[in-house]
């Protein structure tokens, strides 16, 4: 499912699930979180297989959870790995990024898509959301007045608006030379960089009441309705 490749100074990870455009599961959260962390490398690039960037967590998982805060959690506890790892982590976004896709994509320090790129939280169509740290991360990326639009909507959000809004750093046919780009600097200067530009630690109490309104919901979720 998580699949990776080292070229010159750049880690690429896969999420390599195109059949299910790349939906996560519990064993895919724990690769990825490997990935990334066990990464020697000064940039990671994370991308998604096939016509997808990541559809979030998959939802026949999802539907049959026992124990939905631990699950919420879990992506929490990935994200913020993501987000707390040395290299710099570079999302590549070519196609849809969906719930949980779009929130792992806010914890990567940089988001560049093609013009094909896009975001939604859908979520909220099934009476649940993306819970692996969005409700604090979109409105830090992009204002609490856009992520409430996104949220409450669940409208996608194409890439020229997403670039507008800064949910997208750029838009260019080949995301990967950005995050070549960056390993071409000073690998000490963007380990420090990154240190300073993520010193927030003001996420984990929202992530907690996140992972409580996620389990609230799911409970009631139609799932039937996907």
């Known amino acids: 499912m998580i699949t990776t490749e080292r ?10 699930r195109p059949e299910r455009r790349n939906a996560l599961t519990p064993s895919g959260l724990d690769a990825l979180e490997a990935a990334v962390t066990d990464a020697d490398s000064p940039v990671v690039y994370l991308q998604g297989a096939g016509d997808a960037f990541c559809a979030g967590a998959d939802l026949n998982v999802v539907a049959g959870l026992d124990d939905p805060r631990e699950f919420a959690a879990h992506g929490q506890v990935v994200a913020r790995a993501i987000e707390d790892s040395e290299p710099v982590v570079v999302a590549g976004i070519d196609g849809p990024a969906r719930g949980g896709g ?5 914890a990567c320090d940089l988001r560049v898509g093609t013009a094909d790129a896009s ?14 740290g969005g409700t604090a991360r979109l409105p830090r990326v992009v204002g609490e007045g856009e992520a409430m639009d996104i949220a409450l909507s669940g409208r996608v959000v194409d890439a020229e608006a997403a670039l507008r809004m800064g949910l997208l750093s750029r838009i260019t046919a080949d995301p990967r030379a950005v995050a070549e780009e960056i390993a071409a600097n000073d690998h000490g200067a ?12 003001g996420t984990t109490e929202q992530e907690r009441r996140e992972a409580d309104a996620f389990a609230d919901l799911h409970a009631a979720a139609d799932f039937d309705r996907t």
């Open 190 to 201: 963007l380990a420090v960089l990154k240190r300073r530009l993520r010193d927030d630690a």
């Open 119 to 132: 975001f939604a939280e859908t979520g909220v169509e099934l009476g649940l959301f993306g819970a692996w």
């Open 102 to 106: 779009v929130e792992l994509a806010l």
């Open 7 to 16: 070229a010159d100074e750049v880690l690429v990870v896969t999420l390599d």
